[in-house]
């Protein structure tokens, strides 16, 4: 971001702001891949567990790659709080990698993004970003 003032004499008097450096530059994390079948049951079978499903756990700086796959016919999507938000759509039968580097700690939800008629079974993973 550049600010700018213009000075009562004529002259310009310029500061430049950088964005924070992000808490990885230059940190080389593992990269830790997941994959997420999603069909009738939800996420990687998420109808038979209690509590969040699926959940992963990465370190910070880690790259994190989930292979998510739509075994389903219907169209769903796979979203990751903070991180992806919008995340991707999936039609029925499709692969798709989403990837980042988990710069911040925390836990964040891992969640589908199109309602359809198993949804509710895709709205409580879990990432664990320590």
């Not at 600010?3 to 230059?26: E, K, N, R, Y």
């Not at 938000?85 to 891992?110: D, I, Y």
Request: aromatic share 10%.
């Amino acid at each position: 971001m550049l600010v700018t003032v213009s000075l009562g004499a004529g002259g310009v008097f310029a500061v430049l702001f950088s964005p924070p450096q992000s808490p990885c530059s230059g940190v080389i994390g593992a990269i830790r891949s997941f994959t997420i079948i999603a069909d009738s049951t939800g996420y990687n079978g998420s109808q038979y567990q209690a509590g969040p499903w699926p959940v992963v756990t990465v370190q910070r700086c880690d790259h994190v790659v989930f292979n998510v796959i739509n075994k389903a016919t219907e169209s769903h999507g796979f979203a990751v709080a903070y991180y992806s938000n919008a995340g991707l759509e999936l039609v029925g039968e499709a692969n798709q990698k989403l990837e980042f580097q988990a710069s911040k700690a925390g836990q964040f939800k891992l969640y589908c993004t199109i309602p359809c008629s198993v949804h509710n079974l895709m709205l409580n993973g879990l990432l664990t970003v320590t």
